[in-house]
Structures are given as structure tokens and as C-alpha cells.
């Protein structure tokens, strides 16, 4: 690929993420007030699942080509990249309030599935049971999500969601879909771009795998979460991230596994799952304490994850 051609692919990238963000929050917010829906919810279930496809895509295609380590390495990777490196520039452009009601029901999903996948990854690796109890667990989650989310907004409003006109539905799904095209495009384009642009400088495969790749795949997450931010939609740049990890963990391995068998090794099953766990349980923690992830938080999460990306270059 010659010099040019890397610009464009960087650049297009670049426009079609923050273009795609842009689209994606206003699409999601409309939806939400139309729909009578909380914006947390819709965060998790439409923005924060639609901006896992980068991941879902890579770990099929790593399961497909036994490279198993891709494959769990994709997800344990993008739900760090997305806690401390997105969750952490977010709450810098705009400290991220939380609503402690749906709060305790998705941190909670959260915490049982980052727990589950870790445990099934460390003791049994991921078999075709271990998938179906994964996909199994996204169900039920998804199913009391829509259940809890549409009673919450009824009983704020005391009374039933009001109709949606067809036409204003249209452009907030319109403006939904057109914002996945852009997130999913301009990652791929800016991940071709600088995979390219590093194999060009000589930088080694591991440094790509462990920069680009990982951070990659997240970087729907990451131009989405900072729209909202920037927009003032707290809910939906933190929810975003709690159903994008969520969705990694249940979905991406569950589908994953039941394609091709994974067994980790190494650092995977090891350094790597316990640091995904210990910033899940410290984001939580916050939360929990602070109703909010503020600025300084966001600062030492990004602290920690130069010190994450520091200690796999040891």
C-alpha cells in the first residue's frame, strides 16, 4: 500500500468514526425519548452491542483460522481498551453521571458475566457448553433489560410509552443505521491504514497486535463514547461501554465457542484475565461510591492503561 493510499485509508477513517458517532448518539437519544425507553438502556442494547461487530467479526475470523489466542486476546483486550483508555478520555472531555437504578442491574450483569468468562476461560477453557451458557446468559440479560427499562420509564412517567410518530421513528433509525455503517467502516479503514502504515516502518507483528489490533476493534466504542460525552449524554457514552463489554464477553466468546472450541494459554488465562477483571471491578467500585465517573477517575484509568500497554512491551 503506498504512502497515499495509507493517508486516505487513516484519514477516512478518521472522518467516517467521528461522523458515525455523531450519528449513532443522535439516532440513540431520539429513539429513547420516542420510545419512552431510558437512555441507559438504549446505550447498552443498541449502541453498546452495535459497536461490538469489529470484535465479533475479528473472533470469528480468528476461531475459523485456529488462532484461538486472537480470538480470546480480542476480547479480553478491547474490554480493558474500553474501560480505562475509552471510559477514561470520556470522563475527561465530561465527567459521566450514572443513574444508580438501572446502574446496580447492568453493573451487576457485568460483574456475573466478566466473573463467568473468566472462570470457564481459567478452569475448562472455552468448550461448545461453555458457548451456550454464555449465549444463554445474554438472553436472560436482554430479556430483563427490555422488561426493567420499559417498566422504569412507565412508572417515571405513570403512564405507558406514547405512540411513535412513523415518520420521526424512521429518521431516528435512519440516522442509527447510518451511524453503524460509519463506526464499523472507519474502523475498518483506519485499522487497514495503520496495520499497513507499521508494517511499512518495521515495527514488529506483536506491537501491532497488541496497539492496532486490540485498540482497533474498540474504536467504534471509543468515537461513540466521546460523541455523547461531548453531547452531554452521559448515560449513553458509559452504557455504551458496560454493553459493549458485556456483549464481548457473552456474545463474542459464546458465538466463538460454539463455532470452534478455544483453549487459552499463557498470559491470556492468566495476567491478562485478572487485569480485565481488576479495572471491570474498580470501574463498578467507582460507580458504586461516586455515582459518576469524574475526571480524575478518567485520568487514572488512563494511567493505568499506559502502564497495561507498558508492561506487555517488559
Not at 443522535?26 to 443498541?46: D, E, H, Q, T, Y
Request: no cysteine; aromatic share 6%.
Amino acid at each position: 500500500m503506498s504512502l497515499l493510499a495509507m493517508s486516505a485509508f487513516i484519514a477516512g477513517g478518521l472522518v467516517l468514526l467521528v461522523a458515525g458517532g455523531e450519528s449513532l448518539v443522535r439516532g440513540a437519544s431520539g429513539l429513547a425519548a420516542r420510545l419512552g425507553l431510558p437512555s441507559l438502556l438504549i446505550g447498552l442494547v443498541v449502541v453498546g452491542f452495535g459497536t461490538s461487530m469489529p470484535e465479533l467479526t475479528t473472533s470469528i475470523t480468528a476461531a475459523l483460522e485456529n488462532a484461538p489466542d486472537i480470538a480470546v486476546g480480542n476480547v479480553i483486550g478491547s474490554n480493558i481498551a474500553n474501560i480505562l483508555l475509552i471510559l477514561g478520555l470520556a470522563a475527561l472531555v465530561r465527567p459521566l453521571a450514572v443513574d444508580p437504578g438501572p446502574f446496580r442491574r447492568d453493573g451487576t450483569a457485568l460483574a456475573l458475566s466478566a466473573l463467568l468468562g473468566a472462570g470457564l476461560i481459567a478452569f475448562f477453557g472455552l468448550e461448545r457448553w461453555g458457548g451456550a451458557i454464555l449465549l444463554a446468559g445474554l438472553v436472560t440479560y436482554l430479556a430483563i433489560s427490555w422488561h426493567t427499562g420499559r417498566q422504569d420509564a412507565a412508572a417515571a412517567t405513570d403512564i405507558g410509552p406514547a405512540a411513535v410518530p412513523a415518520g420521526r421513528l424512521g429518521i431516528d433509525l435512519t440516522f442509527l443505521a447510518a451511524g453503524f455503517a460509519g463506526v464499523i467502516g472507519g474502523a475498518w479503514l483506519l485499522v487497514e491504514g495503520a496495520v499497513a502504515a507499521a508494517s511499512a516502518l518495521g515495527v514488529s507483528q506483536a506491537v501491532i497486535g497488541l496497539t492496532i489490533v486490540a485498540v482497533g476493534t474498540s474504536l467504534p466504542e471509543l468515537a461513540t463514547s466521546l460523541s455523547a460525552a461531548r453531547r452531554g449524554e452521559g448515560e449513553i457514552a458509559f452504557g455504551n461501554i458496560v454493553g459493549s463489554n458485556i456483549f464481548n464477553i457473552l456474545g463474542i466468546l459464546g458465538i466463538t465457542a460454539l463455532i470452534s472450541p478455544i483453549q487459552v494459554t499463557g498470559s491470556l488465562a492468566g495476567f491478562d484475565l485478572v487485569v480485565m477483571l481488576a479495572v471491570t471491578l474498580l470501574m463498578l467500585a467507582i460507580v458504586i461510591r461516586q455515582r459518576r465517573i469524574g475526571r480524575l477517575a478518567g485520568l487514572v484509568f488512563l494511567l493505568l492503561y499506559a502502564a497495561y500497554i507498558a508492561s506487555m512491551a517488559v
